[in-house]
T-cell receptor, first 115, second 110 residues
Framework: EAGVAQSPRYKIIEKRQSVAFWCNPI?????LYWYQQILGQGPKLLIQ????????DSQLPKDRFSAERLKGVDSTLKIQPAKLEDSAVYLC?????????????FGPGTRLTVT | KQEVTQIPAALSVPEGENLVLNCSFT??????LQWFRQDPGKGLTSLLL?????REQTSGRLNASLDKSSGRSTLYIAASQPGDSATYLC?????????FGAGTTVTVRA
């Protein structure tokens, strides 16, 4: 079974530029998560999708971050414009359905450096 | 709100010594607890998942215990090797979300 795929693996941009990350979840998984992990901290949930609908985006900085999951499969996370404090590893995860009994499976992450 | 704490934040041991990593959480109403390994700048590798009804899980040199009532879990790594050097993260799953600790960074000296 193929795992969660993410691209790119690394990205370096200047502040005020835009960037987009892509995630392809495990086939058949209805729930998709985006996490932000700043150096020295644990991952923080940014947004959770159930199929193509948003379940939780309470910690997404909506003035600069946006995410979509068209057709309930792949997802894209965008930052526009980027700030220095956005430097982090962005992790995508998926699970069969939402809810505590379902394990989340993580992708390799995208490491973003904003200069 | 669930708070997850990992102590110590960093640990350095000589090769061959056993490792003991601690995790505590504030809300015992969890479905499961998971231990992850993370190499610098990389993603998460799941090591062990303990369901809330279980007391421990074992995989090779790794053993994790869970005491849900006291809000604690411990990860034991036997006979440590330099390849075990990484950050180890604990995460608890409740009905809504997965909450992570900040991790313990382990260095195993050859």
């Amino acid at each position: 079974e193929a795992g969660v795929a993410q691209s790119p693996r690394y990205k370096i941009i200047e502040k005020r530029q835009s960037v987009a990350f892509w995630c392809n979840p495990i086939s058949g998984h209805a729930t998709l998560y985006w996490y932000q992990q700043i150096l020295g901290q644990g991952p923080k949930l940014l947004i959770q999708f159930q199929n193509n609908g948003v379940v939780d985006d309470s910690q997404l900085p909506k003035d600069r971050f946006s995410a979509e999951r068209l057709k309930g499969v792949d997802s894209t996370l965008k930052i526009q414009p980027a700030k220095l404090e956005d430097s982090a590893v962005y992790l995508c995860a998926s699970s069969p359905l939402a809810g505590g009994i379902y394990e989340q499976y993580f992708g390799p992450g995208t490491r973003l450096t904003v200069t | 709100k669930q708070e997850v704490t990992q102590i110590p934040a960093a640990l350095s041991v000589p090769e061959g010594e056993n490792l003991v990593l601690n995790c505590s959480f504030t809300d015992s109403a969890i479905y499961n607890l998971q231990w992850f390994r993370q190499d610098p700048g990389k993603g998460l590798t799941s090591l062990l998942l303990i369901q809330s009804s279980q007391r421990e899980q074992t995989s090779g040199r790794l053993n994790a215990s869970l005491d849900k009532s006291s809000g604690r879990s411990t990860l034991y790594i036997a006979a440590s090797q330099p390849g075990d050097s990484a950050t180890y993260l604990c995460a608890v799953q409740d009905d809504y979300k997965l909450s992570f600790g900040a991790g313990t960074t382990v260095t195993v000296r050859a």
